[in-house]
């Protein structure tokens, strides 16, 4: 079948929107029609060459949300007529991890996937009989993806694509850390660095879970006002004073939990030197460049504080990214202020440029 989709051809050029093959999808695998897709800075990041994994030519996009269109032998877990949103991190149920219950980092896909391959080792994306690979098993840019059922959260058909995509990375990623891998408790006070969508996903995450105090740090005002919106009680405006305004405003002590959603190591550091004497925890959720080291003076380890990070926050997506989806039907989350801009396939590119001019939280694909 021939779908539209963007194309990355070559390192630090724009995507190119064509026509590509899409292949039916083979034993456990899902044939989606995507009707909505996030643009996120990992798409760009990749696209512009910084990502020592990246490959070309490939299809991009991973925050993706769509209906099932058909399923490939031996699947169970979605029928045609689904609607779900895609995952790059899935749950098999069977791995070691998996089974362990101790981690959300299932084995069954990682090898494959990294390389831009389904789990077969192959590619359903092909042009004039020569693959094009996948992206972070999901590959959104395009009006259709096939992707293994394992990587799927299968989601209430009653809720807007267009925005319950944005739980397909960042937000959920924000969301599980606070109420999963940190288990901020009632009442507690929290700390959360950089207000883009991971950090305004955590904000909102502490807020559920009646956290009595969310201090946010960002540099951008407009950024810290969407994040007062979500439950940030404290804004500030970063810098190198930060950690000293956060112990002032914590008696001295710091945080009892901290989150990291900036990706810069320095910011890392302010994370945990925030994090409260005796038991702070810092999350750490940004992903810092190539390379890069995070320095820990050991003494604020020895006194109590803990560090600890997660990919997607922790969380299961096809359990815990339905929850969320009802969370924000029931109006207790707020998906739609993070949508700033909708565009289409063919304006993919503009989405990168705005995001780089950090024009507003998410720009949405509607296809
Ligand atoms: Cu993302
Ligand atoms: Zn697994």
Not at 98 to 109: D, F, I, P, Q, Y
Request: aromatic content about 4%; hydrophobic content about 40%.
């Amino acid at each position: 079948m021939k779908i539209r989709a963007a194309v990355l051809e070559q390192f630090g050029k724009p995507l190119e929107v064509q026509e590509v093959e899409i292949a039916p999808p083979r034993e456990g695998e899902v044939l989606i029609r995507l009707e909505a897709c996030g643009i996120c800075h990992t798409d760009l990041y990749t696209a512009s060459g910084a990502d020592p994994g990246g490959y070309v030519p490939c299809v991009l996009g991973h925050e993706g949300a769509g209906v099932v269109e058909e399923v490939g032998e031996g699947v169970t877990l979605v029928a045609p007529g689904d609607h779900v949103v895609t995952l790059f991190s899935p749950q098999c149920g069977r791995c070691s991890h998996c089974v362990s219950g101790r981690t959300n980092l299932c084995l069954a896909v990682r090898e494959q996937q990294g390389k831009g391959y389904l789990p077969d080792g192959t590619t359903r994306l092909s042009r004039q009989g020569n693959p094009i690979r996948h992206f972070m098993g999901t590959s959104t840019f395009a009006e259709c993806t096939v992707m293994p059922e394992i990587a799927l959260a299968k989601v209430r058909a009653d809720a807007p694509l267009d925005k319950i995509c944005l739980l397909a990375c960042g937000l959920t990623t924000g969301l599980a850390a606070a109420i999963h891998r940190a288990g901020v408790e009632p009442g507690a006070t929290c700390a959360v660095f950089g207000a883009g969508l991971v950090g305004l996903g955590a904000v909102a995450g502490c807020r559920l879970q009646g956290a009595g105090r969310i201090i946010a740090v960002d540099p951008s005002p407009a950024r810290l006002e969407i994040a007062r919106r979500h439950g940030a009680t404290d804004l500030l405006e970063g810098g190198p004073k930060v950690v000293d305004r956060i112990l002032e405003m914590t008696g001295g002590f710091g945080a009892d939990y901290t989150f990291e959603a900036t990706g810069l190591v320095s910011v890392m550091g302010q994370a945990v030197e925030a994090a409260r004497l005796g038991w702070g925890l810092c999350t750490i959720l940004g992903v810092a460049g190539q390379g890069e080291k995070l320095e820990i003076v050991p003494r604020l380890l020895i006194t109590g504080r803990r560090v600890c990070g997660g990919s997607f926050g922790g969380a299961r997506g096809p359990v815990d990214v339905p929850r969320f989806v009802d969370l924000y039907m029931e109006g207790k989350l707020d998906i739609d202020s993070l949508v700033s801009h909708h565009l289409t396939l063919e304006e993919v590119n503009r989405g990168f440029e705005l995001m780089e001019k950090q024009d507003g939280v998410r720009s949405v694909i509607q296809f």
